[in-house]
């Protein structure tokens, strides 16, 4: 167990944080802090690129697809650099963090030279196509249907909750390849462009008043038979294990990003006075040790290997849930620091600042990719061994 | 940069877990809790001397094995487990306190026997100190009753006091597996620290990490031997682990736990790697173990229901022990003040 970095590791910091700062303070200064997800849209598509071209985009790929090979430490350390630098939130973090590494894993070697370097060059945005108005939860739910015709998949349906759609170049769709199938069985795992007449993006507005998220519809969209990943029928393996990569190494970016709005918190109670609040404190502290252990449970997945008795695995297991409560208790924590004054919007547009919009967007935390209850349900089945939910139509 | 265990740490796990697992049985621990010391002997003296637990983290040249906090942490953890009733932490902190703040003296002539188990040590605040004798009562001091040797910070000084120079009394202690005493010192010789505030720093410090170890192992027992439970208890004609009410209950103690687990191993590592931010992480663990061991003990007793409140059964060692765990040495509260101030809310805005 050891968690200082060697002197070629810091030697890689040195260069990574570098490279940033010249960036973001040369031709990408405007896009320095932007902790929004849908600001300035063509600007971090532009930063896609100059992340691409000088490989930092997606280091932890093997080179031939545009990466850099990096080890687990470097990749750690680029993330937290990342977001020390100020860097925007990252446009195609679905195409990077998602769909690169599902393509590794399951893709054949035509696919992964077709489709893994436009992403790491940041040409090609990627967006998920998950939910349905039927299938939140209960995902295997899918009614999206999609059939062989020539050459082609045809698809008809409908996605909802398709964050960055509006954004994105590609999206991945899970749809029903096996008529009259039910549950995870007969489905299929399709890569759909976007930018076709069978497709609609229609954004959902949100609590915030931005709409980040979208409704996604198929009518007749087509896409190559080549597009699918994995065998037809084996969708949901694939979609299961494109699930477990959101706990890779893009976590501690997400975390540093964190670390940023605690921060926000902190200068603010110190602002207002409330950091002499005893209560206040409490919770400030409960928040930054939250926070800590949110990296340290991160290294311990990373890690593999067993840190106790119950392995490293339990740490994964139990992540979601961990980050999504502690976010949206920050949001809490962010809009009782700021009273009354934070429920006061900045012009006459329906939005506010940073912290009371944190407040509002965080209660998405506990719900999308697996709500609270269901990691509950995931932790006390797999990690515990509990009894199975039993299902009320097909067992 | 590697957060799990290397082969050899998880080597000790295992062998210190079988250790504890098959000798700080139930039926020995509530012996020990009968005698008001609170202290099997005879696992004591396995412990120290046919394992070298006592001595682990002690530098060789004074008996020890020259480990470090993580490997003390995951002894503590795996004595937590079982609840053992042991004074590993009172002398823990005495050792602790004498290698960080004594005379080469003092650490030549004690620290061998109390690496070797010969001596259990322990450690208490209170008393002043005038003219090299230690006056007025010292309260809960874990484990004196069987302690040979107390390391005492006291108001002018920290002090090193034989168990015949003073009183020492037995207190009846919620938690009998950890028991308190009282001493009175009426003008006791003793012999003071070089360095009574380093002593002091160190000693709390190792013990804020060794309670966050034995809470972390206290913690996962409760959630082990609950979903055992829960998957054998049978009432409206099912399994009652099978009740979503019961399976997120203890989801929710394993989510705790697993946090747990990454803040005492990191308070550990960056103890023994000396890095900036091992304060922080010392006062984060003993916090977090100390709330998260209360909430799986207080939910072991919920969910065993009747049984769970009977003498007989062992959920109460484990609740009592995380009381204990959650005051001595600070409060989780006292610690998350401690953290408030060093991420700055006192500085200026």
Known sequence: MKLGFSPEEEAFRAEAAAWLQAELSGPFADLRGITSLTAAPDRRRAWERRLGEARWGCIGWPEAYGGRDATLAEQVIFAEEYARAGAPPRLNHIGVELAGPTILA?????????????????????????????AGSDLANVRTRAWRDGGDWVIEGQKVWTSLAQFSDWIFVVARTEPGSKG???????????????????????????????????????????????????????????????????????????????????RAAKANGAARDPLIRQRIAKAEIGLRLMRYGALRMLSGGTGGAEGNGAAALTYKIQWASWRRSLGELAIDVLGIAGEIGDGAEYGFGELSTLFLYSRADTIYGGTNQIQRNIIAERALGLPREPRGDIG | ?????????????????????????????????????????????????????????????????????????????????????????????????????????????????????????????????????????????????VADLFVIAAEGGVALLSRDAAVVTPCTSMDQTRPYARIDADGAAVELLADGRTAIDAATRVGWIALAADALGGAQACLDRTVDYAKERVQFGRAIGSFQAIKHRLADMMVE?????????????????GAPDALLAAHAAKALAADTYRFCAGNMIQLHGGIGFTWEHDAHLFFKRAQSDATLLGTPEWHRERIAALVGLDEAA
């Open chain 2, 1 to 145: 940069m590697r957060f799990s265990f290397s082969d050899e740490q998880a080597m000790i796990a295992e062998t210190v877990r079988s250790f504890f697992a098959e000798q700080a049985t139930s039926e020995r621990t509530r012996a020990a809790m009968e005698t008001a010391h609170g202290h099997d002997a005879e696992l004591w003296r396995s412990a120290a001397q046919e394992l070298g637990l006592v001595g682990l983290a002690l530098p060789e040249e004074h008996g020890g094995s020259g480990l470090g906090q993580i490997e003390s942490a995951i002894v503590a953890e795996a004595a937590g487990y079982q609840v053992a009733a042991l004074p590993l932490l009172s002398t823990a902190l005495a050792v602790r306190a004498l290698v960080a703040g004594g005379t080469a003296d003092q650490r030549a002539r004690w620290l061998p026997k109390l690496a070797s188990g010969e001596l259990i040590g322990s450690y208490g605040e209170g008393g002043r100190i005038d003219g090299g004798r230690l006056h007025g009562r010292i309260d809960h001091v874990p484990h004196g009753a």
């Open chain 1, 106 to 134: 399951f893709g054949s070697d035509e696919q992964k030279a077709r489709l893994l370097p436009p992403i790491a060059r940041g040409e090609q945005l990627w967006c998920q196509g998950y939910s349905e108005p039927n």
């Open chain 2, 257 to 273: 736990i697993e946090q747990t687990r990454s803040a005492v191993y990191w308070a550990a590592c960056a103890a023994d790697e």
């Open chain 1, 184 to 266: 995870p069985k007969g489905l299929s795992f399709l890569l759909v462009p976007i930018d076709q007449p069978g497709v609609t993006v229609r954004p959902i507005r949100q609590i915030t008043g931005d709409a980040e998220f979208n409704e996604t519809f198929f009518d007749g969209a087509r896409t190559a038979a080549a597009n699918i990943l994995g065998e037809p029928g084996q969708g949901w393996q694939v979609a299961m294990a494109l699930l477990g990569f959101e706990r890779g190494v893009s976590t501690l970016a997400q975390q540093m990003g964190f670390r940023n709005e605690l921060d926000a918190v902190i």
